[in-house]
């Protein structure tokens, strides 16, 4: 590849031993942390025979349940189903690293590359839209362990010392130096920092899906389980969606399908999915956690364009574990979204000689979980939008790993376009344009290869981004690692 010097995390998967690996995954279950808890609830009933509604939602992750949630508070009275494939939450939205953000387009540089006009607008919503989902929580009194106390980017490699600097430069955002990052996390990698403290919080994703379904129900929401949407028609009076067993005929449909085809076949080339894959350790001893710091619920990054993701979070006995993610994204030929896709041994591997080689003072840990999943990318990486139907179906997806705090906003621009108002969210430029579509295979997936390659390319490079990225960072066409 021509690359001029071997990167941290290069280092890492040489060094770290096979057998400390092998050791620290021999007992990781292979199911998200989050969904393995006691407080899972039962499943909801099956939908069987028809039925009438004013609103129906189709998906039931973060998306359709905070259609639901907004669409009750506006109208009481409006009769609300949602239907779910399996069960609430038990895709992307229980899989995730918790990271609630304010960004509504993948960070401040992606939306200035693409919506240069309204960028600030959308920081400024951004930043009202986590300010309401933090309201909502306290609002219902919802458990997700929600905690706003920012995120930490640090430079692993030399050239990112002044990535981070002048990440500062933006409000509320601090740079750290070498000895300062280290006093609030202690890694030997970790050279320096920019800690923003306003745009992040952390949360449980698994109990945020649990307790938005749960507010649902006591506004007043039907809530179907294990009812696949398999067609959706046009009617005189509205949209009838037919299920395995039954129809809902609705005045307004919302598609929320996340990753999954759309019941719109215009919708599928504007997503592909790519499978991210994460570790949770087991509990850290006190000694343990007093080697690394961490005393903030902080979330960690790195700024790598294979970035790693980390965050702490408190076990249900009080104890502390860390969560380890990021690095690979992989797509599958023919745009598959399989259950045997989410267990990587390989990516496992690589994360936790990552993990061991970052924190060296931790290789007597062990990790209780290894999953992965898939993520709903777009090309220019954040959510786009559609009306169909005479305004009688809306659809929104393509939030590329960036959901948990942006879903709701999706929410609440689906519910604007199908009260066929003009609003000022309809009206953003954000919401009336499209990602440019990927093309079919072998095209798309030749396209990610290169583009996975060329990003590797750049950060062996100190992030110089080569001519074909700078080239497809003109036209908007993207893949996010």
């Not at 039925?51 to 998906?59: A, K, P, R, S």
């Not at 930043?127 to 640090?154: C, H, P, W």
């Not at 169909?388 to 879903?407: D, E």
């Not at 604007?416 to 440019?436: N, Y």
Request: hydrophobic share 40%; proline share 4%; charged share 20%.
């Amino acid at each position: 590849m021509g690359t001029q010097y071997q990167l941290t995390f290069d280092r890492h998967e040489s060094e770290v031993s096979s057998e400390l690996i092998a050791q620290s995954l021999e007992s990781a279950k292979h199911i998200s942390y989050w969904l393995d808890h006691e407080q899972r609830p039962e499943p909801h009933a099956s939908l069987h025979g028809s039925i009438t509604t004013d609103l129906l939602i189709v998906g039931g992750g973060y998306t359709g349940l905070w259609t639901a949630l907004q669409a009750k508070e506006r109208d009481p009275q409006r009769q609300v189903i949602l239907i779910e494939g399996q069960r609430i939450g038990w895709a992307a939205s229980g899989r995730n690293g918790g990271f609630c953000e304010a960004s509504l387009v993948h960070g401040e540089a992606n939306g200035e590359n693409h919506l240069p006009k309204e960028n600030a607008l959308l920081t400024q919503l951004g930043a009202q839209n986590l300010d309401e989902i933090e309201a909502t929580i306290q609002k219902y009194s919802m458990d997700v362990d929600f905690v706003r106390q920012g995120v930490l980017n640090v430079a692993t490699e030399a050239h990112q010392v002044s990535w981070a600097a002048e990440e500062s430069v933006a409000p509320g955002v601090d740079f750290l130096d070498e000895q300062q990052v280290k006093s609030v996390i202690n890694s030997p990698d970790f050279l320096a920092g920019a800690l923003d403290h306003q745009s992040t919080a952390l949360v449980h994703p698994a109990k945020l899906a649990w307790e938005l379904a749960r507010v649902c129900r006591q506004l007043g929401v039907e809530i179907y389980e294990h009812t696949h949407a398999l067609e959706l028609r046009d009617a005189d009076k509205g949209v009838v969606v037919l299920t395995a067993d039954g129809q809902i005929t609705a005045n307004r449909v919302a598609l929320a399908t996340n990753v999954f085809p759309s019941l719109l076949a215009r919708h599928r080339s504007g997503i592909i999915p790519v499978y991210d894959y994460a570790l949770m350790t087991e509990p850290l001893s006190a000694e343990q956690r007093k080697a690394i710091g961490w005393e903030k619920m902080v979330g960690l990054a790195d700024m790598n364009n294979r970035f790693h993701y980390s965050r702490p979070t408190i076990d249900a006995e009080g104890h502390f574990r860390i969560l380890y993610g990021g690095y690979d994204a992989l797509y599958h030929f023919g745009r598959k979204v399989r259950s045997s896709y989410d267990n990587n041994p390989p990516t496992f591997n690589k994360l936790a000689a990552h993990f061991f080689g970052s924190f060296p003072q931790l290789t007597e840990v062990k990790f209780s979980h290894a999953w992965g999943g898939a993520i709903d990318t777009c090309s220019r990486f954040f959510s786009f939008f559609d009306l169909t139907h005479g305004g009688k179906v809306a659809y929104c997806a393509g939030f590329t790993g960036l959901g948990v705090g942006a879903t709701r906003f999706g929410a609440k621009v689906m519910l604007d376009l199908l009260s066929g108002q003009k609003t000022e969210l309809t009206e953003l430029e954000m919401v009336r344009t499209k990602p440019i579509a990927f093309p079919p295979e072998p095209a798309a997936w030749l396209g990610v290869k290169v583009m996975t390659n060329q990003l590797i390319k750049a950060d062996h490079n100190e992030g110089k981004r080569p001519l074909f990225l700078k080239l497809m960072d003109k036209i908007g066409m993207g893949f996010d690692s």
